[in-house]
């Protein structure tokens, strides 16, 4: 019997891969994309649940709103940039610190270690309850600096528009830090201490060690932890929910805090799913620009 040639022989197992990964596929599909072409969906939308005769395609009327009607579009774009940028960098500088200091041997090193990332593990909320008490004005932190002089009796750091800023931004320092010291920490761990013996017998200082040695190290580290970092502190409602509502004047309301008011009190999914396909582009542009301009993953 003659062979059969080769381009008409049966290919066994041809679908095989593509049945293992339908599973994934489908769920990918349900959780990720469908949500996704909703939120366009509804974008597109007249959708209020207090005004159901007035729903009906909108076009891009919501987002010409936005763009052209909305001042509190543009003041809560402002204020999540400012408190992005904010928050990362300092985050950032104290998180690398202390994880250069924790990364050292000395006696309580363990303990040291817990008390660095324990903040890590305390929920949004719970973290607001704790400073909300510290910025008590009658029981907290300012009775005390009013008693050193250092403040006014009954001074409220979250109501007043010249401290509410960076009394918010403390809150969240405390929790964030620690973020960037566990990460940056378990980088440093892989860092071969023989580079800064040689370095040291070639008269290399602590600090040419440093940005010629671990810096480079955690190159990739830091880029992906501050763009982590840049998207959390962007979708940041939590804290600054319960810690000031947004307040006082929208002085504190982020993007996405503020998409969470329009669609939980004016209930005008419509539009708040406008803002919120804004800032899904928003956040996308951020980060492809980010990641190709920082050459993630690239070999240095």
């Known amino acids: 019997m003659a062979a059969v040639p080769a381009t008409r022989r049966p290919r066994r197992g041809t679908l095989t891969p593509y049945l293992l990964i339908a599973p994934s596929l489908v769920a990918m599909l349900g959780f990720l994309v469908y949500p996704m072409a909703s939120v366009i969906y509804y974008s597109?939308?007249?959708?209020?649940?207090?005004?159901?005769?007035?729903?009906?395609f909108a076009g891009l009327d919501n987002f010409r709103r936005l763009l052209f009607e909305d001042p509190i579009f543009w003041q809560s774009l402002g204020f999540t940039a400012r408190w992005v940028v904010v928050e990362v960098a300092l985050q950032f500088v104290l998180g690398l610190a202390l994880a250069l200091i924790v990364n050292e041997s000395f006696v309580g090193r363990a303990?040291?270690?817990?008390?660095?990332f324990?903040?890590?593990?305390?929920?949004?909320?719970?973290?607001?309850?704790?400073?909300?008490?510290?910025?008590?004005?009658?029981?907290?932190?300012?009775?005390?600096?009013?008693?050193?002089g250092l403040m006014e009796y009954g001074a409220a750091p979250l109501a007043n528009p010249d401290t509410v800023f960076w009394s918010a931004v403390v809150a969240e320092l405390w929790r964030g830090v620690p973020f960037f010291a566990i990460l940056l920490l378990a980088d440093l761990q892989s860092v071969s201490k023989e580079l800064y013996e040689a370095a040291a017998v070639d008269g290399a200082s602590r600090m040419r060690r440093f940005f010629h040695i671990t810096l480079p190290h955690l190159r990739d580290a830091i880029i992906l932890s501050t763009l982590l970092r840049s998207v959390w502190e962007f979708n940041n409602v939590d804290l600054l929910y319960t810690l000031t509502g947004g307040g006082p004047a929208h002085q504190t309301t982020t993007l996405p805090l503020?998409?969470?008011g329009l669609a939980a009190q004016s209930h005008d999914f419509g539009y708040a799913t406008a803002l919120t396909t804004v800032a899904f582009l928003i956040l996308t542009f951020f980060s492809i620009v980010y990641l190709r301009l920082s050459k993630f993953g690239a070999k240095s």
Do not use: C, E, F, H
Not at 44 to 56: C, E, F, H, I, S
Not at 134 to 141: C, D, E, Q, R, S
């Open 44 to 56: 597109l939308q007249r959708y209020n649940v207090t005004k159901p005769w007035d729903n009906g």
């Open 111 to 116: 303990l040291s270690r817990a008390l660095v």
């Open 258 to 260: 503020y998409v969470a």
């Open 118 to 148: 324990s903040p890590w593990a305390v929920s949004g909320v719970l973290t607001t309850a704790i400073w909300v008490l510290l910025y008590n004005p009658l029981t907290g932190v300012s009775r005390y600096l009013a008693d050193m």
